[in-house]
Every structure is written in structure tokens, then in C-alpha cells.
């Protein structure tokens, strides 16, 4: 059996016409509305993820529950906080969330993704008629579980922490203190529980007077007619975007290194089916729910889904519950993508959401590969550190960014976060003010991106010294082989974490020298005073015959140290004179030809 999702917007015949002006200066406002509320949150959170980090999510609803804009924060959030917000509202009904009620919830088989990550609802009143909702999601630096930010390593979900169903934390402007003192008993870091609450309150507050204004000034009825106007609107776009894509079925598949618990491999595998101006993903044929905390509940894969393909949809409209109309997931019940209570999902944001998006871009890389971007390093490379010095112990986290894929007009974005994160790497200055650490190193990595007529982004190493004892967690991927290219493009090279010590380096996941592979997902790599923490992150894969390069373009990497000039020879078949600094064009066009006889030969 498999689980059908569709995201109808609910609206039929025309939507009320607004004017255009009109219509323009209201959609900003919505826009405006949401930004707002990430403007307060971040600037008055108290937790460096969401004050440093920025990860969370704002966006505002229409009175049925419709999304109709948000902030640019976090994609994996933002696709998936209509799911949380249907589960309050299956839970209470839209009727019985009254003025001055906020709902809570994070629970990843109620429309969560992990624990970590809260949602917050309120619904917005104007002269006691329902005008909208604000919702604000933001992931929270620990509430409880096996291990610091709930990176247990675990085989159940109650190892990740604190699980939540929708409850009413304030009730009628009134807090429900008992939730509060839940929350606080059950973190790591309660000094942050009320600051980050009082944060997200102010986010939701800051949309409220926003839609407020809108009605008083505009009207309520006018501010809904161009609310259901801007909906039909990004659905009428996206439909356009799905129907410049041929007709077809087009497969693909990627993988997660591994669950945390085996070293098995995970697959993911789907067809993208394209029908005139509707899309079916099907995940038929991806492997069964695992032991390790790579399961992804239902929100998380289908808001890797949505954001996977806006790109390619709809990428200049209005983001809205208009893009998710033409839009159908297929899920197998018993898929690891599918996840049902008690599986563990805490990694599911940055290992299977980063995979599932690869694999539709690569399954889109079938039907229109001319417009595909190559997949990026598809991993948030999250992690969390206790840090224990005389001071105290504190957690300290970490966000590290790679490369993206080649484009059919330009080469990657290097040492770019991951783009189902969207969210910051935490400053150096204020890590190592608050932490028993030290930042060493930060930057680009030579030969990291994927070779290609258009390369890969460079990704990045990155370097921390611990000054106390540490215990590190961490959750990633791409550590067996690295992002795929596309168009003929190459893979980069597989992501790597060593600990240097005084015994040396020594790699503590990814592959060896000697070639045996060591899993990376654990939730107790320990670390001494002195140690030094090192990451080596991939880059994005190439787009594109490296051989149709243009040679200067190569020299110009080799010479800001991008690449290597043994890159140049054996990926690109650009051959350098023997100071480095011209091309020798004799030597270039044999080593050209001879790749690509051999390449050829090598898929005959």
C-alpha cells in the first residue's frame, strides 16, 4: 500500500479580481508580514542556533489554513509547516483556536520533521472575524534525549528528546505555565527556554499588527479576495512551469551512506512523472524504514519534494499553497521516507532531505538538461559539542557548508550552505566567547568540486580546537562518494572527519587511506584538550563534458588555487608549461583526445 499526498488549494472557478496595483501593494504586504517575523525572531532570540545560525522558518496563512507567503528561511521548514499546521487543526478544529490562543507542536508524525524543530500557530482576528494565521518553526539548541541536541545515535524516537502534540500553550492571551515548566525540565539548555519562546511570541505578534493594518486600511474583504487572487496566481505559473517539461516518466536514485547503525547504504529512488501541467513523484522501489535516525516523516520528504522542484516550476512566483496544487507524492507505507512512530528521524533534515532532492534534480537532469542544476554536497553537516572545561560545560554547534552544483550557465556557488537549510555557519568570535574552543581553520578546498563544462562549487575545511573535553555528534552523508554530476558532468570528492591529535590524524568517518570506510554518524566521537575537530566538506557536482572546458577558464583555477594543475591534466585534459602560468596548447589538444578516447572506450 502507498500513501497519496495532494495539497489542493481548495479554490474553484475565478478568484475575485483585485486591481493590479492594489494586488501588487498587498502581496508585498504579505511578503512584508513574514519578514517582519523573522526580523524580531532573530534579533531577539537567545540561543545562537536561531540567533547566529538562523534556523527557522516564519510565513503566514490564510483564515483556511492556505499558505500565502513567507520569509526566505529555511525550504525544509517552510514546505513542511502546513503539514504541522493541519495537525492542529485536525486536532482543535479552526474554529476552537480562538483570538489570543498560540499552539505548539513538534511532533514529527503530526507534521513535524524532528523533535528539535517547534511550531508555533496563532490565528489573526480583525473585529472578531478570522483574517489569518501566523506560524513561525524554529529549531531549538536541546530538549532532551540520549545525547546533546538529541543526536543519540538511537533506534527510537523517544532517544531524540521531548515529542510534543499539538498543545495550546497560551489560551486566551494566557500562558499555560505548566507547558513552560515541561519545556524547561526537559532541556540541556534551559537559560534559553524562555528567551526563545518570548522570541517566537514576538514573531507572531509582529504578523499580527501587520495583518491588522492591511484590514483596517484595505478592508477585510478586499484582503481576502487578494489573498485567494495570489494563490490561483502561483498555481497558474507553476502549472505553465510543469507543462514546458516534456511529458514522461524519468527515474533516478541517490543514497545515504548509512543508517548510524550498519554501514548498509539507503536507498532513495523515484520517478518523476510529468502529465500536461500536473507532477507525480513516486518513491516506489526506495528501501524500507531502517534502525538507524535517517527516517523521514511525511512532512520532511514531501518538503524536499516541493522545493526541489520550485526550482524548475516555478521559481519566480510568489511562493504560496499555489505551488504544491500541480504537485502529487506517491510514499510506500513501509518506506524509510514514510516514517511512523517510534522510528528515529532526527537526521531526516540533513542527510534525507538533501538526498531525495538530489534524486528528483537528477531525475529532471533526464527531461530537461539543459536547465538542471547538478546536485550540491546535500548535507546540512550538522553538529553538536559538549564542551567541558573549568568554566562548565556547554553545547556548542555548528553548521558546515560545501559546494554547489554546476549550472548550464556558471560553476557553482562555493562554501554555500545547503540549500534545504538556508541558514548561516555560527561566527567564530562568538563560538569561541562562549565555548571552551577555537576556531583554526575555515576555507576553500582545493580539487573539491565536480569536473564539468560548468565545475562544481569548491567546498570547504574546516578546523576546531577543543580547550576542555568534548563529545561530538554529528550528522552527515556524501562521505562514500560525493555529489553526482549531471550533462556528462563529474562527481566531487567524498566528504571526510578526522580528529588530530597527539597521536596524528586519524579519520573518524568517511574513507581511509587504506581505503576502509569508517561511518560517520555517531553521537560520541570524544575529543581531548588540544584535539582538533576537522571536516573536510565535498563539493557540488559538475555540469557538463569537463573536456568542452575552456582551457583558459581552467588556468585561471589552477592559478587561484580552485584546482590543481594535476586536476587540470587528468579531469579537464589541460596540460600547463612548466612555470604553471600558461597553457601548452600542443600538449592540451593530446591530452584531450586521448581522455576522450579512453572515456569513450570506457562506456562502449
Not at 98 to 110: A, F, R
Amino acid at each position: 500500500m502507498s500513501q497519496i499526498i495532494t495539497a489542493e488549494t481548495g479554490l474553484s472557478g475565478t478568484p475575485d479580481q483585485v486591481d493590479p496595483v492594489t494586488f501588487e501593494v498587498l502581496r508585498s504586504l504579505f511578503d512584508y508580514a513574514a519578514l517582519r517575523m523573522s526580523s524580531i525572531l532573530q534579533r531577539s532570540s537567545f540561543s545562537q542556533i536561531l540567533a547566529d545560525n538562523v534556523d527557522f522558518s516564519n510565513a503566514v496563512y490564510d483564515p483556511e489554513l492556505r499558505l500565502l507567503a513567507q520569509a526566505a528561511n529555511c525550504p525544509v521548514h517552510l514546505a513542511a509547516m502546513h503539514f504541522s499546521a493541519k495537525a492542529i487543526a485536525d486536532k482543535f478544529g479552526l474554529d476552537q483556536i480562538q483570538d489570543g490562543d498560540i499552539v505548539v507542536v513538534n511532533d514529527p508524525y503530526s507534521g513535524g520533521t524532528h523533535v528539535n524543530d517547534l511550531t508555533f500557530m496563532m490565528p489573526i482576528f480583525n473585529e472578531g472575524r478570522r483574517i489569518a494565521f501566523a506560524v513561525s518553526r524554529g529549531h531549538w539548541m536541546d530538549l532532551g534525549g540520549g545525547a546533546a541536541g538529541g543526536l543519540a545515535g538511537s533506534t527510537h524516537v523517544a532517544a531524540e528528546g521531548l515529542r510534543l502534540p499539538p498543545l495550546k500553550i497560551f489560551k486566551a492571551g494566557q500562558p499555560n505555565e505548566d507547558v513552560f515548566d515541561v519545556l524547561l525540565a526537559n532541556s540541556r539548555t534551559p537559560q534559553f527556554i524562555r528567551g526563545d519562546l518570548q522570541a517566537h511570541l514576538g514573531a507572531l505578534r509582529g504578523a499580527e499588527r501587520e495583518m491588522q493594518r492591511a484590514a483596517e486600511r484595505y478592508g477585510a474583504d478586499l484582503l481576502l479576495s487578494a489573498m485567494r487572487q495570489l494563490i490561483a496566481y502561483t498555481e497558474r505559473i507553476s502549472r505553465k512551469g510543469i507543462e514546458a517539461i516534456p511529458d514522461g516518466s524519468y527515474e533516478a536514485e541517490d543514497w545515504a551512506d548509512s543508517d548510524g547503525q550498519t554501514n548498509d547504504p539507503v536507498k532513495v529512488k523515484l520517478t518523476v512523472i510529468v502529465k500536461g501541467s500536473d507532477i507525480t513523484v513516486d518513491f516506489t522501489g526506495s528501501d524500507r524504514a531502517v534502525a538507524g535516525a535517517i527516517n523521514s516523516p511525511v512532512a520532511n520528504t514531501a518538503a524536499a519534494v516541493y522545493y526541489a522542484l520550485q526550482f524548475f516550476v516555478g521559481p519566480d512566483a510568489p511562493p504560496n499553497a499555489g505551488m504544491f496544487a500541480p504537485i502529487r507524492i506517491v510514499l510506500p507505507d513501509d518506506c524509510w521516507l514514510n516514517a511512523k512512530w517510534p522510528m528515529p528521524v532526527v537526521n531526516c533534515t540533513c542527510i534525507t532531505a538533501g538526498k531525495v532532492a538530489a534524486a528528483v534534480w537528477q531525475a529532471l537532469a533526464k527531461a530537461i538538461p539543459d536547465r538542471i542544476v547538478a546536485p550540491t554536497f546535500a548535507d546540512a553537516n550538522w553538529f553538536m559539542a559538549t564542551v567541558s572545561t573549568r568554566a562548565g560545560t556547554t553545547l556548542f554547534t555548528d553548521i558546515l557548508s560545501g559546494g554547489w552544483g554546476g549550472t548550464p550557465f556558471n560553476d557553482g556557488m562555493s562554501v554555500t550552505m545547503d540549500p534545504l537549510g538556508n541558514c548561516l555557519n555560527t561566527p567564530a568570535e562568538s563560538a569561541e566567547l562562549m565555548h571552551g574552543i577555537v576556531y583554526e581553520r575555515f576555507d576553500l578546498l582545493q580539487d573539491s568540486g565536480g569536473a564539468g563544462k560548468n565545475r562544481g562549487g569548491l567546498g570547504s575545511a574546516f578546523e576546531v580546537r577543543f580547550l576542555g573535553d568534548g563529545m561530538l555528534g554529528i550528522e552527515t552523508s556524501r562521505t562514500r562518494s560525493g555529489s553526482p554530476g549531471v550533462h556528462g558532468g563529474g562527481t566531487s570528492p567524498a566528504q571526510r572527519m578526522l580528529r588530530i591529535g597527539q597521536a596524528g590524524a586519524q579519520v573518524i568517518g568517511g574513507l581511509t587511506p587504506d581505503g576502509d570506510w569508517k561511518n560517520p554518524i555517531s553521537s560520541t566521537h570524544p575529543f581531548a584538550p588540544g584535539d582538533v575537530f576537522r571536516f573536510e566538506a565535498t563539493g557540488g557536482g559538475g555540469w557538463g563534458n569537463p573536456l568542452d572546458r575552456d582551457p583558459a577558464a581552467v588556468l585561471d583555477d589552477v592559478l587561484d588555487e580552485y584546482i590543481s594543475p594535476g586536476a587540470a591534466r587528468d579531469q579537464y585534459g589541460v596540460v600547463l608549461t612548466a612555470d604553471g602560468l600558461r597553457i601548452d596548447e600542443e600538449a592540451t589538444a593530446a591530452r584531450r583526445a586521448q581522455l576522450a578516447m579512453e572515456r569513450k572506450t570506457a562506456h562502449a
